[in-house]
Nanobody, 126 residues
Framework: VQLQASGGGLVQAGGSLRLSCAASGDSISGYAMGWFRQAPGKERELVAA????????TYGIPVKGRFTISRDNAKNTVDLQMNSLKPEDTAVYYCAADAVGAPMIAGLDPNEYDYWGQGTQVTVSS
């Protein structure tokens, strides 16, 4: 499956952005989907992940309560709504797919994911 992330940009602190990940080559209905981010000099970290059934979601502690992951298996897309953005949210954001079979599992570790998009830059100014 090929993944294409979009929607990044420059926003002021307190603002919102919506990232979208479009998949092609395969249906995402059998994949857990995740959003990760990586800031300069830091390791890639989990932002949010959702099981293929949509019945399980998990969020990184820094974004919990501010970000929301959603998926539309029919449209083959996964979105990340980001509200109340902070300068520390500045990073390259990546979407990823994990060919996990269980309907209620979404991995927290980027090493569990099989496919990655190219990343989209999010910059939050103070």
């Amino acid at each position: 499956v090929q993944l294409q992330a979009s929607g990044g940009g420059l926003v002021q602190a307190g603002g919102s952005l919506r990232l979208s990940c479009a998949a092609s080559g395969d249906s995402i209905s059998g994949y857990a989907m995740g959003w990760f981010r990586q800031a300069p000099g830091k390791e890639r970290e989990l932002v949010a992940a959702m099981s293929w059934s949509g019945g399980y979601t998990t969020y990184g502690i820094p974004v919990k309560g501010r970000f929301t992951i959603s998926r539309d298996n029919a449209k083959n897309t996964v979105d990340l709504q980001m509200n109340s953005l902070k300068p520390e949210d500045t990073a390259v954001y990546y979407c990823a797919a994990d060919a996990v079979g269980a309907p209620m599992i979404a991995g927290l570790d980027p090493n569990e994911y099989d496919y990655w998009g190219q990343g989209t830059q999010v910059t939050v100014s103070s």
